[in-house]
């Protein structure tokens, strides 16, 4: 069954704590992404990457930092330099990097800070 | 510039009644639209995408959208609400050959019953 996981649904962290978010996709698709989403604010793009060992930033990379050593993995992790990181983080991947093809998305991770 | 604007943040409509959820986007060159839909707490999934075939795109769900070139629309559609359509709808913009994708606001959709 071909699709994209993340884990943990949930996360807490305590303030000044790093934390990894995990996104893995098994549809062999060349590109993946991440995203932020905050109510009433649609996705805003982080991190994207077409390619192993390659990725770019996006609209609000600061705070966070990505790699991308294995073509079906693309971890995030939210650094303490991040002002605000309490949301919801989707990670989605597409075929290649022809922005026809649709993205696919995982289920998302909650990540609240406190 | 791209972007994409979703006129309304907010649509009630009763079941069984016809939906309309209104797109517009700018673009400097010729884009490809999607619409998806997120349920509460969820990823989100593709409803249909206009990539410069036939103007009118049907998708799941008995959801249907027009690319109007002329008034730079992609607008989402459905005869008749169910239920369980209530959830947020994202219309997304992106270029040919630019691995980029611009999201909308999003407009969350409730059916009354």
């Known amino acids: 069954d071909g699709g994209i996981t993340q884990s943990p649904k949930y996360l807490f962290r305590k303030e000044g704590q790093n934390v990894t978010l995990s996104c893995e996709q098994n549809l062999n698709h060349d590109a993946m992404y991440w995203y932020r989403q905050d109510p009433g604010q649609g996705l805003r793009l982080i991190y994207y990457s077409q390619i192993v060992n390659d990725f770019q930033k996006g609209d609000i990379a600061e705070g966070y930092s990505v790699s991308r050593e294995k073509k079906e993995s693309f971890p995030l992790t939210v650094t303490s330099a991040q002002k605000n990181p309490t949301a919801f983080y989707l990670c989605?991947?597409?075929?290649?990097?022809?922005?026809?093809?649709?993205?696919?998305f995982g289920p998302g991770t909650r990540l609240t800070v406190t | 510039a791209q972007s994409v604007t979703q006129l309304d943040s907010h649509v009630s409509v009763s079941e069984g009644t016809p939906v309309l959820l209104r797109c517009n986007y700018s673009s400097s060159y010729s884009p490809s639209l999607f619409w998806y839909v997120q349920h509460p707490n969820k990823g989100l999934q593709l409803l249909l995408k206009y990539t410069s075939a036939a103007t009118l795109v049907k998708g799941i769900n008995g959801f249907e959208a027009e690319f109007k070139k002329s008034e730079t629309s992609f607008h989402l559609t459905k005869p008749s609400a169910h239920m369980s359509d209530a959830a947020e709808y994202f219309c997304?913009?992106?270029?040919?050959?630019?691995?980029?994708?611009?999201f909308g606001s999003g407009t969350k959709l409730n059916v009354k019953p």
């Open positions: 989605a991947s597409s075929i290649a990097s022809s922005g026809s093809d649709e993205q696919y």
């Open positions: 997304v913009v992106s270029l040919y050959n630019f691995n980029k994708f611009y």
